[in-house]
């Protein structure tokens, strides 16, 4: 059994490279951001929605605007 979980934040901060073993989505709410996926680089926007499959590993870079994003 999972927990699940809706997180919205407000920042611009780097997160280490990682994986979950369920589905996640990101949908930028505000700003912009930059999302390392399995050694591809995305620039997502306000209104852009990227799914990463369980397992992907993925992290987030800096980019020097705040933004505000929804996860789930």
Same mark, same amino acid.
């Given at each position: 059994?999972? #927990?699940?979980? &809706? @997180? &919205?934040? &407000?920042? #611009?901060?780097?997160? =280490?490279?990682?994986?979950? #073993?369920?589905?996640? +989505? &990101?949908? !930028?709410? =505000?700003? @912009?951001?930059? +999302?390392?996926? %399995? %050694? %591809?680089?995305?620039?997502? @926007?306000? *209104? *852009?929605?990227?799914?990463? %499959?369980?397992? *992907? +590993?993925?992290? =987030?870079?800096?980019?020097?605007?705040?933004?505000?994003?929804? !996860?789930?």
């Amino acid at each position: 059994m999972y #927990d699940y979980f &809706i @997180k &919205i934040s &407000i920042r #611009d901060k780097e997160e =280490t490279v990682h994986w979950h #073993d369920i589905l996640e +989505v &990101i949908c !930028v709410l =505000t700003g @912009k951001m930059e +999302v390392l996926l %399995n %050694n %591809n680089k995305y620039s997502l @926007k306000k *209104d *852009d929605i990227l799914i990463l %499959n369980g397992e *992907d +590993v993925h992290r =987030t870079e800096k980019t020097g605007e705040k933004k505000i994003t929804l !996860v789930f």
